[in-house]
């Protein structure tokens, strides 16, 4: 059974995890609306992996006898100036999902709950991942037009769409 600190956290980590999924669904709208296609298709799958994040803690909590509690999410930009500063948008935010992730850990160790601690070692390997990703697409748009994202040339953007387009769907 989750503590009550552990529940309030978990639930708030939830709501985190779908805040994520709009920023993503956000940042996919406003790169289709550019006809950045390949960008747009790789946010929305990133969106879809931020769903199946907050419905694994959605779970956890109804597994262990929680209460799950769905506040409003929060409303997220609806536009970037360049596709760098959409980048580093996610970045930020991945960030923080990693140090909300590392907070949890810090309460499931404080509290001794070993059952959270097994589930949220599975998170602390995947922000890992997420901050990886991010931090490689902020790299090749630095490689491409420098450390602003602005100087990048049509042809040099048309081919990193494209390779963003071929991300699977995981």
């Given at each position: 059974?989750?503590?009550?600190?552990?529940?309030?956290?978990?639930?708030?980590?939830?709501?985190?995890?779908?805040?994520?999924?709009?920023?993503?669904?956000?940042?996919?709208?406003?790169?289709?609306?550019?006809?950045?296609?390949?960008?747009?298709?790789?946010?929305?799958?990133?969106?879809?992996?931020?769903?199946?994040?907050?419905?694994?803690?959605?779970?956890?909590?109804?597994?262990?006898?929680?209460?799950?509690?769905?506040?409003?999410?929060?409303?997220?930009?609806?536009?970037?100036?360049?596709?760098?500063?959409?980048?580093?948008?996610?970045?930020?935010?991945?960030?923080?999902?990693?140090?909300?992730?590392?907070?949890?850990?810090?309460?499931?160790?404080?509290?001794?709950?070993y059952?959270?601690?097994?589930?949220?070692?599975?998170?602390?390997?995947?922000?890992?991942?997420?901050?990886?990703?991010?931090?490689?697409?902020?790299?090749?748009?630095?490689?491409?037009?420098?450390?602003?994202?602005?100087?990048?040339?049509?042809?040099?953007?048309?081919?990193?769409d494209?390779?963003?387009?071929?991300?699977?769907?995981?």
């Amino acid at each position: 059974m989750l503590s009550k600190k552990m529940e309030k956290a978990l639930n708030k980590q939830v709501n985190a995890e779908f805040y994520a999924a709009y920023l993503y669904l956000a940042i996919s709208a406003d790169f289709s609306r550019k006809s950045l296609n390949g960008m747009a298709d790789w946010y929305h799958k990133q969106a879809q992996e931020e769903v199946e994040h907050a419905m694994k803690f959605y779970n956890h909590i109804q597994e262990r006898q929680g209460v799950v509690i769905l506040e409003p999410i929060a409303a997220v930009p609806s536009e970037w100036a360049t596709p760098m500063s959409a980048f580093k948008a996610a970045l930020v935010h991945e960030q923080k999902v990693t140090g909300m992730i590392n907070a949890l850990m810090d309460i499931a160790v404080g509290e001794k709950d070993y059952a959270s601690q097994s589930f949220l070692k599975w998170f602390i390997d995947e922000q890992v991942e997420e901050e990886s990703e991010a931090t490689a697409n902020i790299d090749r748009l630095t490689m491409l037009g420098g450390k602003d994202g602005k100087s990048i040339s049509g042809g040099s953007l048309y081919q990193l769409d494209k390779l963003m387009g071929k991300r699977s769907g995981e």
